[in-house]
DNA sequence: CTGTTAGCGCGTTCAG
DNA sequence: CTGAACGCGCTAACAG
C-alpha cells in the first residue's frame, strides 16, 4: 500500500549537510567542539530529513553502563515485597541496556537512617530511587544526590520540595477521595461512623489520603461520620486489634477505611465478629489477600497503584535522563485502579 | 557493590560449545541444518552460562521487515478516533523495530464487507489486527488469513472461534458485571427500573456486557429490575431519543447503564428533563465527554478500556509473533478500568 | 552439516 | 574544531 519508509541514518544527515558522521553525533548529543554555523547546518539537514535515531544501534554501540540503586523498605508487607519483585523483573529489562541495578533496604519509618542511608549513596549511583519521607533531614540528602550529579525520582511516596527529577507514584488526595466517593456511595444513606485506620500520619501519602477521604465523606455524604483516625503500623496484627475496640464501641459502625497496610488484621476481625457483610471494608493494594477478600465479600473495594509500573516508569525515567532521551509523560502518570470483585485482574 | 554482571554474548557460548557463531545462532533461531548432539552441547552452555540473545542486537542485524495492518471500523465515535490515534503512536514506535503498519477502514457492522476486506488481506501482511465481529464469514476469512501465515489478532471485540493468536481487549461480561456492581451499590437500596442501551447485540463485546450486568444485577439486586434492552447503534441522536423515551416512561428509573457509545445523547437528554441527579449513569469508555460528564456528576462511573495499551499490545503480540520472542502475558492483560469523578487521570 | 565474514546504525577513540 | 576507523552483539549470506 504505501511505500516503505526508508530508515534515515545518521549518515543520510551527513551526507545531507556536508559534515561527517563524528559531526553530527556532537551535535545530536550536545557535545562540544562544534562551530554554530556547522551545527545549524546540521540541525537543518536533520530537520529536513526528519532523521529519527534508532535507539537499538545506539544502546549496542555504547560504551558506558549506568548504577542505578532502589531504596526499598525493611518492611514486609506484601505490597513491598510485590514492588521489589517488579524491580528484580525490570533490571532484567535493564541489563540490555547496560543499567544495572542494586536494592538497598533501609526502615523508611525512620528519617534519620534513610537520610544517612542515602547520604552514603553520594557519587555512587547515576540514579536513584527511593520511596521518600517528606522531612527536612531527607529532603536534605536527596538535594545533596542529586547536586552531586545523581539523579533521584522518588516512588509510591513523595517528597515534594526536594529537588527530585520525578515522583513516580499516585496521586495520594485523589486516592482518598476515590475511596471517600465510593464509601459514601456505597453506604446507601445509611447513618453511622466510618473509621479510619493509617500506618502513620507521618508518611506523607497515609495523611494525603486521609486528607482526600475526610473532604469528600465529611463534605458530600452527611450520613457519615469519621472517627479519629488510629494508626495502625502497617502492622497486621495491630490493626487486628484497633479493628477489634472500634467494632466492639461502634455497633452501628458503616464502613472502614484503611489508609495503609494490614488488611488482613481488619477482615480477621470483621469475620470474627460475622460483621463482613455489614461493614463496608475498603483499603489499598491488590495482594493475593486482598484479592481473597474482594471474592469472599469481605472487603468491598480495592484501590491499587500498579508496582510493575511503578517499578518500571522509575526505571525508565532514570534511564531516559541518563541517555538524553524524552519520556512520554502520558506513559509515566501511575494511575489510581479500582478493583471491585468483578475486575479483578 | 555486587559485580556487574558482564554481559554473555554468542562469542561466549560458541567458545563454551566449541562451534562457531553462526552454529549457535541456528540452534537459537531454531534453523535447520545442526545435528541433534551438537545442539545439545550449545543448549547445554547457554543453560550453563544463563545466555540472554539481546534483541537490540538482533532488531539491527536483522534485514528483514514486517507489515502490519489494522482494520478499524469507519464510523467515527470517540473511542474508536481515540484508538486510531494511539495505533497511529505505536506506528512511530514500531519503525525502528523494521515494523509498518497500514490502517484499513472497514465498516464493522456488516460482516460481509469486514469478511471482503479481510480476504483482501490474504499474503499481503505478516499480521493482521481487527475488530472482529462474530460471524461465521469473518471467522473463516480469519481463518483463511491464518492459514496463509498471517499472525492475526482480534482487537476489542473477539471471535473466540476463530484461529487469531490472540484476543487484545477486556473481559466484556466481566466488564458488565462490574458495571452491575457498581449499579447496585450506588443505588442504595432504592426500588426501581434499571434501562440498558447498547449498540447492537449483535456486536460481541455489547452482547457479553449486557449479560454479565444482568447477571449481576438480576442476582444480586433485587431492589432493581432491568428494562428491555434498546439498541441505539452507538448513536448519540439516537440514545437521546431513546433515553427521552425511557424518561417519561418511568418516572421513578433508577439508572441507565450503556453498553455501548453515544454517551453524549444519554447525558443531553438527562440534562433536559433536569433529572441528571437522580438517575444513576454509568457508561463506558473515557474520552474527553464522558471525562466532562463525570466531573459534573452526569455520569456515577465509568468503564474504560485502555486504547493506547491495547494498541501498543496488538502491536507487541504481533512483533513477537513474527520474530519468534516470548511475550510476557500479565503485561499484554488489558485491564477493566473503573473511572469516578476522584480518579480520573 | 558447520565455519567465516561482512555489515546493521551508532558511539567512541584517536588522528589530523 | 573535524574526520576516519573500529567495534558493540547479532543475522545472513557465502564458503567449506
Same mark, same amino acid.
Given at each position: 500500500?504505501?511505500?516503505?519508509a526508508?530508515?534515515?541514518?545518521?549518515?543520510?544527515?551527513?551526507?545531507?549537510?556536508?559534515?561527517?558522521?563524528? /559531526?553530527?553525533?556532537?551535535?545530536?548529543?550536545?557535545?562540544?567542539?562544534?562551530? =554554530? @554555523?556547522?551545527?545549524?547546518?546540521?540541525?537543518?539537514?536533520?530537520? @529536513?530529513?526528519?532523521?529519527r535515531?534508532?535507539?537499538a544501534?545506539?544502546?549496542?554501540?555504547r @560504551?558506558?553502563?549506568?548504577?542505578?540503586?532502589?531504596?526499598?523498605?525493611?518492611? /514486609?508487607?506484601?505490597?513491598?515485597?510485590n514492588?521489589? =519483585?517488579?524491580?528484580?523483573?525490570?533490571?532484567?529489562?535493564?541489563?540490555?541496556?547496560?543499567?544495572?541495578?542494586?536494592?538497598?533496604?533501609?526502615?523508611?519509618?525512620?528519617?534519620?537512617?534513610?537520610? /544517612?542511608?542515602?547520604?552514603?549513596?553520594?557519587?555512587?549511583?547515576?540514579?536513584?530511587?527511593?520511596?521518600?519521607?517528606?522531612?527536612?533531614?531527607?529532603?536534605?540528602?536527596?538535594?545533596?544526590?542529586?547536586?552531586? +550529579?545523581?539523579?533521584?525520582?522518588?516512588?509510591?511516596?513523595?517528597?515534594?520540595? %526536594?529537588?527530585?527529577?520525578?515522583?513516580?507514584?499516585?496521586?495520594?488526595?485523589?486516592?482518598?477521595?476515590?475511596?471517600?466517593?465510593?464509601?459514601?456511595?456505597?453506604? +446507601?444513606?445509611? @447513618?453511622?461512623?466510618?473509621?479510619?485506620?493509617? #500506618?502513620?500520619?507521618?508518611?506523607?501519602?497515609?495523611?494525603?489520603?486521609?486528607? +482526600?477521604?475526610?473532604?469528600?465523606?465529611?463534605?458530600?455524604?452527611?450520613?457519615?461520620? /469519621?472517627?479519629?483516625?488510629?494508626?495502625?503500623?502497617?502492622? %497486621?496484627?495491630?490493626?487486628?486489634?484497633?479493628t477489634? =475496640?472500634?467494632? &466492639?464501641?461502634?455497633?452501628?459502625?458503616?464502613?472502614?477505611?484503611?489508609? #495503609?497496610? #494490614?488488611?488482613?488484621?481488619? &477482615?480477621?476481625?470483621?469475620?470474627? &465478629?460475622?460483621?463482613?457483610?455489614?461493614?463496608?471494608?475498603?483499603?489499598?493494594?491488590?495482594?493475593d489477600?486482598?484479592?481473597?477478600?474482594?471474592?469472599?465479600?469481605?472487603?468491598?473495594?480495592?484501590?491499587?497503584?500498579?508496582?510493575?509500573?511503578e &517499578?518500571? %516508569?522509575?526505571?525508565?525515567?532514570?534511564?531516559?535522563?541518563?541517555?538524553? =532521551?524524552?519520556?512520554?509523560?502520558?506513559?509515566?502518570?501511575?494511575?489510581?485502579?479500582?478493583?471491585?470483585?468483578?475486575?479483578?485482574?
Amino acid at each position: 500500500m504505501s511505500a516503505i519508509a526508508e530508515r534515515i541514518t545518521l549518515e543520510d544527515v551527513a551526507r545531507e549537510a556536508g559534515v561527517s558522521l563524528a /559531526t553530527v553525533d556532537r551535535v545530536l548529543n550536545r557535545r562540544p567542539g562544534v562551530r =554554530e @554555523k556547522t551545527a545549524a547546518k546540521v540541525q537543518a539537514a536533520i530537520a @529536513k530529513l526528519g532523521y529519527r535515531p534508532d535507539p537499538a544501534a545506539a544502546r549496542l554501540a555504547r @560504551k558506558e553502563t549506568f548504577r542505578f540503586c532502589f531504596v526499598l523498605p525493611t518492611g /514486609t508487607n506484601t505490597f513491598m515485597r510485590n514492588l521489589e =519483585e517488579q524491580v528484580g523483573i525490570t533490571a532484567e529489562w535493564l541489563a540490555p541496556q547496560r543499567a544495572f541495578v542494586d536494592i538497598l533496604h533501609v526502615d523508611v519509618f525512620d528519617p534519620n537512617v534513610l537520610a /544517612t542511608a542515602l547520604e552514603r549513596l553520594e557519587g555512587r549511583y547515576h540514579g536513584v530511587a527511593v520511596i521518600a519521607l517528606d522531612h527536612p533531614r531527607v529532603r536534605a540528602a536527596i538535594d545533596d544526590l542529586v547536586a552531586r +550529579g545523581s539523579a533521584v525520582v522518588t516512588l509510591v511516596s513523595d517528597a515534594p520540595t %526536594s529537588r527530585r527529577l520525578r515522583y513516580v507514584g499516585i496521586d495520594n488526595t485523589a486516592a482518598g477521595r476515590t475511596a471517600g466517593t465510593l464509601m459514601g456511595r456505597f453506604s +446507601g444513606g445509611r @447513618k453511622g461512623p466510618v473509621a479510619l485506620i493509617a #500506618g502513620s500520619l507521618a508518611l506523607r501519602d497515609h495523611a494525603e489520603r486521609q486528607f +482526600g477521604f475526610m473532604q469528600v465523606v465529611n463534605g458530600e455524604f452527611p450520613n457519615l461520620k /469519621t472517627l479519629p483516625l488510629r494508626e495502625g503500623r502497617d502492622d %497486621s496484627e495491630l490493626t487486628r486489634r484497633l479493628t477489634e =475496640e472500634i467494632l &466492639a464501641a461502634h455497633p452501628d459502625l458503616v464502613g472502614i477505611y484503611n489508609v #495503609g497496610a #494490614g488488611n488482613r488484621g481488619i &477482615a480477621a476481625a470483621l469475620e470474627a &465478629a460475622g460483621r463482613e457483610r455489614d461493614v463496608i471494608f475498603i483499603g489499598h493494594d491488590l495482594t493475593d489477600h486482598t484479592r481473597r477478600f474482594l471474592v469472599r465479600g469481605v472487603m468491598d473495594a480495592v484501590i491499587n497503584q500498579d508496582a510493575g509500573h511503578e &517499578a518500571r %516508569s522509575a526505571a525508565r525515567v532514570l534511564l531516559a535522563h541518563c541517555t538524553g =532521551e524524552p519520556i512520554l509523560p502520558e506513559q509515566e502518570r501511575i494511575r489510581i485502579d479500582i478493583f471491585l470483585r468483578d475486575n479483578i485482574p
